[in-house]
């Protein structure tokens, strides 16, 4: 038997706006554990690494954790319901920062390895926490819900490179053995907030299953939101793994890393607390394809230097970017599946889109180390085309087939 679980009309949510408003904190909590692993991910791993060119296998490993965590956690969230789902994020979070630090005092890389994996299964429950806003609110603010939820991630932006920044030395010469530390406390906290979400069960008959998932996934409108959804991430997560230990090898220093990150991460998410309202306005495609056209452009200005500033601005375009990709085709998902298909539509989404990561992840190290920045940078184009193809060729589909 599944949890109790608030039962509501899609007309009627109570306790809607106190349900996002936690998830929106978790999302902060839960959001700082990715920057975190994205800012010492890569110089943690050029350290350790037996081989150089290994260096961003563990980003390549947390992706890999965000692809293989989404099934489980969604098998979870459907049996035992979403507070389940929540409670096995969270204890991947705590064993992320645990592992981490254990690797850091002797040295390992292969168990590094092994701990950003855990850090990427927390991730996956983390980006649910914006479908489960979706379930919170009525039919007409789902993707203002969506968005003020992903808007917790630019707290998440400040709070994990301020806490690299101010912890990576306390332990000499233990390099970022204490942030480590400070992001398992950071998991414990965001299990106490999540527990007192409530999530709305979709009402529905004992028959109702929904349609297979075989023809959901052939909807044209799915898979434009699949292949927006999975560019967006692939693009994003590809520079942003190489681009902290591009400015190291540029000469640059880690506070110059850790400082682009934050802004990038800001990028990320400050948009969301406006982006529901232009999804509302001009529709999630054409907020899709501004996205994508902005990630190209953070490729272009990676393209335009090797400074400071060139980094940042590539950074923080590609943060945006992201935010306008991600928001609304996430949007596009939850208006392609009824209620009761939720919970195999939404995990086979994040599968689909994590898994495209894992090529990028594991890709960019070997790229930036063989050829430069510049090669990373003009690889980044090509998916954003085919995306704003497979966009534009969907564009005529109904959002959502009549139940």
Not at 121 to 138: G, I, K, N, Q, T
Not at 253 to 269: C, E, F, P, R
């Amino acid at each position: 038997m599944s949890e109790p679980e608030e039962r509501a009309s899609p007309a009627t949510m109570p306790g809607e706006r106190r349900n996002v408003t936690r998830l929106a904190i978790a999302q902060a909590l839960a959001g700082a554990n990715a920057t975190i692993i994205f800012a010492t991910g890569a110089v943690m791993g050029n350290t350790l690494a037996p081989d150089k060119s290994l260096a961003t296998l563990p980003i390549t490993l947390f992706v890999l954790g965000m692809a293989s965590g989404t099934i489980p956690s969604g098998a979870l969230a459907s049996r035992y319901g979403r507070r389940a789902s929540f409670l096995f994020g969270a204890t991947c979070g705590v064993l992320v920062g645990l592992l981490s630090a254990h690797a850091v005092l002797i040295g390992s890389f292969w168990l590094f390895c092994g701990a950003t994996f855990f850090g990427g299964a927390y991730a996956s429950v983390a980006m649910s926490l914006r479908f489960a806003a979706a379930d919170c609110a009525p039919p007409q603010r789902r993707a203002r819900a969506i968005s003020l939820v992903m808007a917790g991630g630019v707290f998440a932006g400040v709070l994990g490179p301020q806490l690299v920044t101010h912890t990576m030395d306390l332990w000499p010469p233990y390099l970022f053995a204490v942030t480590y530390l400070a992001q398992a406390g950071l998991a414990v906290l965001c299990a106490l907030v999540l527990m007192s979400v409530r999530v709305p069960s979709p009402r529905m008959s004992g028959a109702a299953r929904g349609r297979p998932l075989a023809e959901i996934a052939r909807q044209p409108r799915f898979i434009a939101a699949v292949a927006a959804g999975a560019v967006s991430y692939l693009i994003m997560n590809f520079l942003m793994t190489s681009a902290p230990l591009a400015m190291r090898l540029c000469g640059l220093t880690q506070g110059d890393a850790n400082l682009g990150l934050q802004w990038h991460v800001i990028a990320m998410y400050g948009p969301a607390f406006f982006t529901g309202g232009l999804i509302a306005r001009f529709g999630a495609p054409r907020v899709v394809l501004a996205g994508l056209f902005l990630s190209a452009l953070a490729a272009v200005a990676g393209l335009s230097g090797l400074s400071v500033g060139h980094f940042w601005l590539s950074l923080i375009l590609l943060g945006l970017g992201w935010n306008f990709g991600f928001v609304g085709a996430s949007t596009m998902v939850v208006d392609s599946h009824r209620p009761e298909e939720r919970a195999k539509v939404q995990s086979l989404n994040d599968f689909l889109v994590f898994g495209v990561m894992v090529v990028g992840s594991l890709a960019s190290g070997g790229l930036l180390n063989r050829y430069g920045w510049a090669m990373v940078c003009w690889v980044s184009i090509p998916p954003l085309l085919l995306a704003a193809a497979t966009l534009w060729l969907a564009r005529e589909a109904p959002a959502r087939r009549p139940a």
